[in-house]
């Protein structure tokens, strides 16, 4: 049994570690607060911009850019968001899991067709360590967000994937849904994926509103073979669900890119948001075990103490006796 001098020390020592994680609580709590506010405030702008240009792009059959052209797959970039530093529970972990199973999903590839993004500085020694090739040193977009690194990211992905250079680029980081829930995603960022504003079936959904490009390609053919039989002026236009203004390059033209960086930029709101409410559950379990700790040492030097006082009593009722 250790002695009363030992448990002490234990005791004194738990205290100081309890202090430094209860601050360390408060002041994740605090960053969670502001970046909370960001990713609110962010979210549903992306959220329905991404939801317009993607329903765009799949109702308008000659909505069609390079950007939402699938192709076969001989390069692929990975955009991975993590933290610069650690005592956030399993977050830096996940992401580095799911990074590896991307790796692994493309394998076949080779390691040289897998670029990574590192947005973080624990995904970059991690994929510097498994001999993956890394491009740009974005960690310092975790400590101060920035719009501007995010446009330019967003510039060079879109170039190299328009140059060929670049066949499928994806992003994995936390979605931030609650304090107390982070969602891993693993989202395509680029070809655009519009099959995902689609249901599996929607051309046999009779009651469903939303136009695809199958349907207004079945219209157009249709109206096609009818025009012959019926007059110009008779004609109806087969979809108007968008009036596009100034002209439909002009637009995608503005939009895509718009998206592109904004999706981005959500994203790393995404993942400081998540960091933060991960640090601030980790240091509450963290203070919790040494509340828990705390009153077990409190209890055992009790227990020797009062050991040592009967002990104690023991000896001199024992020398008494023997007088």
């Known amino acids: 049994m250790p002695s009363l001098k030992e448990i002490k020390g234990r005791i004194a020592s738990v205290n100081s570690t309890r202090k430094i994680t209860s601050a360390m609580k408060m002041v994740a709590s605090s960053k969670l607060h502001h970046a909370q506010v960001a990713i609110e405030n962010m979210l549903p702008y992306e959220t329905m911009l991404e939801h317009i240009l993607k329903t765009f792009l799949a109702s308008e059959a000659d909505a069609q850019t390079i950007y939402d052209r699938v192709r076969p797959v001989q390069r692929v970039a990975l955009v991975v968001y993590s933290s610069n530093s650690s005592l956030c529970g399993g977050f830096n972990a996940n992401v580095i899991k799911m990074m590896q199973q991307a790796v692994n999903d493309y394998e076949h590839l080779g390691r040289d067709n897998i670029l990574i993004y590192p947005i973080g500085r624990k995904v970059a020694e991690k994929a510097a360590k498994l001999n993956l090739k890394t491009y740009g040193e974005h960690a310092a977009l975790i400590d101060k967000p920035n719009v501007q690194d995010c446009i330019d990211i967003a510039m060079e992905l879109g170039q190299k994937f328009a140059s060929g250079d670049i066949d499928r680029v994806e992003m994995i980081y936390h979605h931030f849904k609650s304090a107390g ?50 007059s110009a002026a008779d004609a109806k236009p087969l979809n108007d669900n968008f009036l596009v203004e100034p002209s439909m390059d002009a637009v995608l033209s503005k939009l895509i890119p718009k998206l592109a960086h904004l999706m981005l930029y959500t994203a790393l709101l995404d993942s400081v948001a998540s960091e933060h409410a991960a640090r601030m559950i980790a240091m509450q379990t963290a203070t919790d075990n040494a509340d828990e700790l705390l009153r077990e040492l409190n209890l055992q030097y009790n227990k020797s103490r009062q050991q040592a006082i009967t002990s104690e009593l023991l000896d001199i009722v024992g020398g008494t006796v023997n007088n």
């Open 181 to 230: 829930s982070q969602i891993l995603t693993r989202k395509t960022f680029l070809p655009i994926d519009v099959e995902s504003e689609l249901n599996e079936d929607k051309e046999r959904d009779l009651t469903s509103n939303v136009a695809t490009r199958e349907a207004v390609e079945y219209l157009r053919q249709r109206d096609s073979e009818q025009q012959a039989k019926r």
